[in-house]
Nanobody, 125 residues
C-alpha cells in the first residue's frame, strides 16, 4: 500500500504565501514524476506543477514565477511553495506521484499513479 499525505493548506490573504508538502509512504521502490494538481469548484482538475527525478520542472502558465516545486528523494516528499497568491488560486490541491512498488516493476518500466486526499487553499481578504 502506498499513501500520499498532503499538509500546509489554509486561508491566506491575496499576496500572501503558503507552502504545501506531500509525503509518500508505504511499499515504495522508486518514485518517478511528482506533481501538484488543483481543482476549483465547477472546474476540471488541472496540472499546477510537476518535477522529474532529475529535478526538471514544469509549471502551468498561470503560476509561473510565483510557485516553486521541489522534491527530496531521500524523504519521498514534494513541496509546492506558493507566493504572491491570488484569489483565483483558490482550489483543492492534490499531490500526485508515479511510483514503482517493486524492483520488478521498475525494471519493466511499470509505474502506478497515486493521489493524495487533497488540501484546501483559500485566497481571500
Amino acid at each position: 500500500q502506498v499513501q500520499l499525505v498532503e499538509s500546509g493548506g489554509g486561508l491566506v490573504q491575496p499576496g500572501g504565501s503558503l507552502r504545501l508538502s506531500c509525503a509518500a509512504s508505504g511499499s515504495i521502490f522508486s518514485i518517478y514524476r511528482m506533481a501538484w494538481y488543483r481543482q476549483a469548484p465547477g472546474k476540471q482538475r488541472e496540472l499546477v506543477a510537476e518535477i522529474t527525478t532529475g529535478d526538471n520542472s514544469n509549471y502551468a502558465d498561470s503560476v509561473k514565477g510565483r510557485f516553486t516545486i521541489s522534491r527530496d528523494n531521500a524523504k519521498n516528499t514534494v513541496v509546492l511553495q506558493m507566493n504572491s497568491l491570488k484569489p483565483e488560486d483558490t482550489a483543492v490541491y492534490y499531490c500526485n506521484a508515479q511510483i514503482a512498488t517493486t524492483s520488478g516493476q521498475a525494471m519493466a518500466g511499470i509505474t502506478y499513479e497515486y493521489w493524495g486526499q487533497g488540501t484546501q487553499v483559500t485566497v481571500s481578504s
